[in-house]
């Protein structure tokens, strides 16, 4: 599966942004689907996750309450809402797939076997 991450940009301080992971070649089903971010010269870091199939949602604790991950079957779209940004949310965003994955390693970017090409976001303070 090929993925296609959109929906980055420069934003100020405290506004909101939506990013969009779409699947080509084929659908999500049967796959887990996560975003993570990498800042300049800091690890690539776990954001959320998205079990297809029936929509189960985990996000890191640091983030919950601001971002959340969600799903539309219909147009086989992740999507990743991001309020109230901060200037240390400022990263290279990817969503990536996987067909097996161990619930425990989800925050893992290894576990992950399909990646989009990334999507900077910049937050103004």
């Known amino acids: 599966v090929q993925l296609q991450a959109s929906g980055g940009g420069l934003v100020p301080d405290g506004d909101s942004l939506r990013l969009s992971c779409v699947a080509s070649?084929?659908?999500?089903?049967?796959?887990?689907v996560g975003w993570f971010r990498q800042a300049p010269g800091k690890e690539r870091e776990f954001v959320a996750n998205?079990?297809?199939?029936?929509?189960?949602?985990t996000h890191a604790n640091s983030l919950k309450g601001r971002f959340t991950i969600s799903r539309d079957i219909a147009s086989n779209t992740v999507y990743l809402q991001m309020n109230n940004l901060k200037p240390e949310d400022t990263a290279v965003y990817y969503c990536?797939?996987?067909?097996?994955?161990?619930?425990?390693?989800?925050?893992?970017?290894?576990?992950?076997?399909?990646w989009g090409q990334g999507t900077q976001v910049t937050v103004s303070s």
């Open positions: 990536a797939a996987s067909s097996r994955i161990i619930w425990s390693q989800i925050g893992v970017p290894s576990s992950y076997d399909h």
């Open positions: 070649g084929r659908s999500f089903r049967g796959y887990n």
């Open positions: 998205i079990k297809w199939a029936g929509g189960s949602t």
